[in-house]
T-cell receptor
Framework: SQTIHQWPATLVQPVGSPLSLECTVE??????LYWYRQAAGRGLQLLFY??????ISSEVPQNLSASRPQDRQFILSSKKLLLSDSGFYLC????????????FGPGTRLTVT | GQSLEQPSEVTAVEGAIVQINCTYQ??????LSWYQQHDGGAPTFLSY????GLEETGRFSSFLSRSDSYGYLLLQELQMKDSASYFC??????????FGSGTRLQVQP
């Protein structure tokens, strides 16, 4: 069966510090991968998605970046965090032909202070 | 671009039936998905409609009318564990999903 891992679960970082969040998927090959951010009590904002190694599409211009160094690994990064980067970050995967059905990781709750 | 509208909150009692509506505007449309998210948890997939009509999965059903750009999620025999946020999401094309802002369902005893 497929499993998606995200870490860390919670993170408190000062403004201006770097960020690296990692997501890995097990049990499937060549998945579509997604990074979302969710503000408290709000919907899901798509940040990045990837259809393959090294292929990243950015949905929202910001100080975040994403990379996919391996087929089942997706990394979200920032060189300098802003207060507005606080939120619940969710990684998800889907089969390429069924992207309407996405499977989410447990999420990382990031607080920028 | 894409926009989705759904009510922000709905309250119902245990055992009742509740309908959560979703209207959308999108430049392209392949289908409408529904997701459930409990507080502090991750969203989980509930259903997908690509064609007009009703799809039933146990106590949950989802409906789509492409001509009206409208869909709904129907929850029957409500249980306390159904208290959660429910998101509709459109698949506008080959791009990724666009999610609505969510409807918070509170089930009361």
């Amino acid at each position: 069966s497929q499993t998606i891992h995200q870490w860390p679960a919670t993170l408190v970082q000062p403004v201006g510090s770097p960020l690296s969040l990692e997501c890995t998927v097990e049990g499937t090959s060549n998945p579509n991968l997604y990074w979302y951010r969710q503000a408290a009590g709000r919907g899901l904002q798509l940040l990045f998605y990837s259809v393959g190694i090294g292929q990243i599409s950015s949905e929202v211009p910001q100080n975040l970046s994403a990379s996919r160094p391996q087929d089942r690994q997706f990394i979200l990064s920032s060189k300098k965090l802003l207060l507005s980067d606080s939120g619940f970050y969710l990684c998800a995967w889907s089969v390429a032909l069924a992207l309407y059905e996405q499977y989410f990781g447990p999420g990382t709750r990031l607080t920028v202070t | 671009g894409q926009s989705l509208e759904q009510p922000s909150e709905v309250t119902a009692v245990e055992g009742a039936i509740v309908q959560i509506n979703c209207t959308y505007q999108t430049s392209g449309f392949y289908g409408l998905s529904w997701y459930q998210q409990h507080d502090g948890g991750a969203p989980t997939f509930l259903s997908y409609n690509a064609l007009d009509g009703l799809e039933e999965t146990g106590r949950f059903s989802s409906f789509l009318s492409r001509s009206d750009s409208y869909g709904y999620l129907l929850l029957q025999e409500l249980q306390m564990k159904d208290s959660a946020s429910y998101f509709c999401a459109v698949k506008p094309g080959r791009r990724a999903l666009t999610f609505g802002s969510g409807t918070r369902l509170q089930v009361q005893p």
